[in-house]
């Protein structure tokens, strides 16, 4: 389990807390999206500008890629992109932050 740190925004200074979010990737000429659900971050309480900790970011890759190059690698469109939904089960809180 990968924990966060407390600390302060390094846009705005003000304070940050630990969420889960959701991100919607993308690639460039792919139309494929995967929405990815409840992902540990840390967010600012002013401007809200997030942090995902590179432990947790390079996980997510490592599953969304091999996502996108097999898509990308598809020579028949058999049928549209497809929108991929990945979803984290909640952690507790107290394990994150
Ligand atoms: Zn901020």
Same mark, same amino acid.
């Not at 630990?18 to 139309?31: D, G, T, W």
């Not at 929405?35 to 490592?62: E, H, L, M, Q, W």
């Given at each position: 389990?990968?924990?966060?740190?407390?600390?302060?925004? @390094?846009?705005?200074?003000?304070?940050?807390?630990?969420?889960?979010?959701?991100?919607?990737?993308?690639?460039? #000429?792919? !139309?494929?999206?995967? *929405?990815? =659900?409840? =992902? @540990?971050?840390?967010?600012?309480? #002013?401007?809200?500008?997030?942090? =995902?900790?590179?432990?947790?970011?390079?996980?997510?890759?490592?599953?969304? *890629?091999?996502?996108?190059?097999? !898509?990308?690698?598809?020579? *028949? #469109?058999?049928?549209?992109?497809?929108?991929?939904?990945?979803?984290?089960?909640?952690? !507790?809180?107290?394990?994150?932050?």
């Amino acid at each position: 389990m990968t924990f966060l740190r407390k600390r302060n925004c @390094p846009e705005c200074g003000a304070e940050m807390q630990p969420q889960l979010i959701n991100i919607l990737y993308k690639r460039e #000429k792919c !139309e494929t999206q995967i *929405d990815v =659900i409840g =992902i @540990p971050a840390n967010v600012c309480t #002013k401007c809200f500008y997030r942090i =995902i900790p590179s432990k947790i970011a390079k996980y997510i890759d490592s599953i969304i *890629d091999p996502i996108f190059d097999a !898509e990308s690698m598809q020579q *028949d #469109k058999v049928l549209p992109a497809p929108h991929v939904g990945i979803q984290f089960p909640p952690v !507790e809180r107290e394990l994150y932050c």
